[in-house]
T-cell receptor, first 113, second 118 residues
Framework: GQQVMQIPQYQHVQEGEDFTTYCNSSTTLSNIQWYKQRPGGHPVFLIQLVKSGEVKKQKRLTFQFGEAKKNSSLHITATQTTDVGTYFC?????????????FGAGTRLAVHP | DGGITQSPKYLFRKEGQNVTLSCEQN?????MYWYRQDPGQGLRLIYYSQIVNDFQKGDIAEGYSVSREKKESFPLTVTSAQKNPTAFYLC?????????????????FGQGTRLTVV
């Protein structure tokens, strides 16, 4: 079946350092979504990318969608302790009129002050 | 106050018992999903539904069952056939891609139910 792979599984940074997580799909995606889950919480939507080669920014976060719509990345500049959590990418895949949201395994970010 | 509600927050099950987890949304979303999350792991899709009275198996449907009799509700039953049910269960809803295109199809999650087998 369709898979969405995400690396690294875990990243430990010092506050102020940059952080990047990468997402790859085995098939072309209709769109890519990014979510953040704080420890003990539930995933919260961050952003959606739809177009090939699309780049979007949210303050210190930069999101990219690959030209082939099979990969994506999230880059955080100058991490802060509030960035702690697990970041998930999710691909929307549809066949035969049914669409489902498939999540990557997530990258857990730890930020040390 | 619009949103998606899961209950209970914590649930304890004896071995051999079936339990049902509730998920209700008032966002008027067509699509609903159930995911399972194990400690330190990602989200694995159990079942999903695009429309009332229709649902599809996800990657790990064995030992689970669902129903979609109302648009607002998508309960998940964890049956005794599920050999390792202890996990964090998350329900989500979204607009349907088929109706609105790819925009606005982000998922809204409930607070989750932590199920423990005792």
């Amino acid at each position: 079946g369709q898979q969405v792979m995400q690396i690294p599984q875990y990243q430990h940074v010092q506050e102020g350092e940059d952080f990047t997580t990468y997402c790859n799909s085995s098939t072309t995606l209709s769109n890519i979504q990014w979510y953040k889950q704080r420890p003990g919480g539930h995933p919260v939507f961050l952003i959606q990318l739809v177009k090939s080669g699309e780049v979007k920014k949210q303050k210190r976060l930069t999101f990219q969608f690959g030209e082939a719509k099979k990969n994506s990345s999230l880059h955080i500049t100058a991490t802060q302790t509030t960035d702690v959590g697990t970041y998930f990418c999710a691909g929307l895949a549809g066949t035969g009129g049914y669409n489902k949201l498939i999540f990557g395994a997530g990258t857990r970010l730890a930020v040390h002050p | 106050d619009g949103g998606i509600t899961q209950s209970p927050k914590y649930l304890f099950r004896k071995e051999g018992q079936n339990v049902t987890l509730s998920c209700e949304q008032n966002l008027n979303h067509d699509a609903m999903y159930w995911y399972r999350q194990d400690p330190g792991q990602g989200l694995r899709l159990i079942y999903y539904s695009q429309i009332v009275n229709d649902f599809q198996k996800g990657d790990i449907a064995e030992g689970y069952s669902v129903s979609r009799e109302k648009k607002e509700s998508f309960p998940l039953t964890v049956t005794s056939a599920q050999k390792n049910p202890t996990a964090f269960y998350l329900c989500a809803s979204s607009r349907s891609w088929g109706t609105y295109g790819t925009d606005g199809t982000e998922a809204f999650f409930g607070q989750g139910t932590r199920l423990t087998v005792v």
